[in-house]
């Protein structure tokens, strides 16, 4: 992979964050009570990876500046999920998903040494959250539950389950 294709893939991961919270901040104000939690969850875990991504960015000399329009189209995204079944609207999130994280893998291949820590989070965390939409379409989300939360530095209380 050529140098500006991986520093265009990083900036990716950033800005895939930023889509993620515009996303997940909206599906909350659309979602029912018993999935606020999780909604909730995914939104901390998808704030976190991007403050977590700001130094790594910020010392590859790539701007730490958020794209409003990833924001918009997670919004945007979130509101057609509005009115379509909670389990059909994860199903649709991890296919949504699936690309970034295949394109995750790819970057985490070509990541020098000194990035892989950085890279291989970002995988983890996608894979974390395939896998909670996969078992949420198949009514098994809690099983999903503590990978989101492994991922957190400030998860938030299961008791709020």
Known sequence: ME???????I??????????????????????????FVVSLLLQV???AKVRLRPFLFKLGISVQ??????EAGVAFAATLKDVPWRTA?????????????????????????DLEHVSYMVAHEQAIVDYF???ACGKGQDGIAG??????YPLPLASC
Do not use: F, N, W
Request: net charge negative; proline share 3%.
């Open 148 to 153: 989101l939360q492994a991922l957190l530095h």
């Open 66 to 71: 958020e794209d409003e329009s990833m924001r």
């Open 11 to 36: 900036r990716e991961l950033y800005q895939g964050e930023v889509l993620g919270e515009g996303l997940t901040s909206q599906l909350l104000a659309i979602c029912a009570d018993e999935e606020k």
């Open 134 to 136: 996969e078992l949420e």
């Open 90 to 114: 994860v199903a649709e999130l991890a296919e949504l998903s699936k690309p970034y994280l295949e394109r995750y893998r790819l970057l985490e291949a070509a990541a020098p040494a000194a």
């Open 46 to 48: 998808e704030s976190e």
């Open 3 to 9: 140098i500006e294709q991986y520093l265009a893939g």
